[in-house]
């Protein structure tokens, strides 16, 4: 049998300790509890609320600076408006942000807490479901044109 050279020892040496890391990683891995802290109904709750259709918001939740009523955000041609969505204790929301006939708006919803990228419309051109986490968002809309017969723009905002 021929001798075996040092680099064919070393390579040897290292299979065997990968060998024997991964079976210790796997043994070890299917015994850690650390995953199982959280309780079952829990992990139900939270799987619920990520596969069902999260609630609206709410409009009492919902303060802006711009004429506000019914649901309708109420705009001057070339203004805009900042819609503070209030936090909860709901994990998700959606506000649905609808434009009215002949108004063209533009629509940028930055939600809190965790970075995130903001959700921007530019134009709205049609209802759009948008999320917000339970640290609320921040809705900026600016009236890009209205009808000439009545010069202010419309969002419905459900």
């Avoid at 990228?117 to 044109?145: I, M, R, Y």
Wanted: charged residues 25%.
């Amino acid at each position: 049998m021929p001798e075996l050279k040092p680099l064919h020892v070393v390579l040897i040496l290292a299979i065997v300790a990968i060998v024997a890391l991964y079976v210790l990683g796997v043994g070890l891995g299917a015994k850690d509890e650390s995953s199982r802290r959280e309780s079952p109904t829990q992990s139900a709750q939270e799987l619920r609320e990520r596969f069902i259709k999260p609630e609206p918001v709410d409009a009492t939740e919902l303060a802006a600076t711009c004429a506000f009523q019914e649901g309708v955000l109420v705009l001057p041609s070339g203004g805009s408006c900042r819609v503070d969505v209030k936090a909860s204790d709901t994990r998700m929301r959606s506000l649905e942000v609808v434009p009215r006939p002949l108004s063209v708006v533009r629509v940028s919803l930055a939600s809190r807490g965790k970075p995130s990228v903001p959700a921007k419309f530019d134009p709205l051109k049609e209802a759009k479901k948008l999320d917000v986490a339970k640290e609320g968002a921040d809705l900026e809309v600016t009236c890009l044109s209205a009808p000439p017969q009545r010069p202010i723009c419309e969002l419905g905002l459900r």
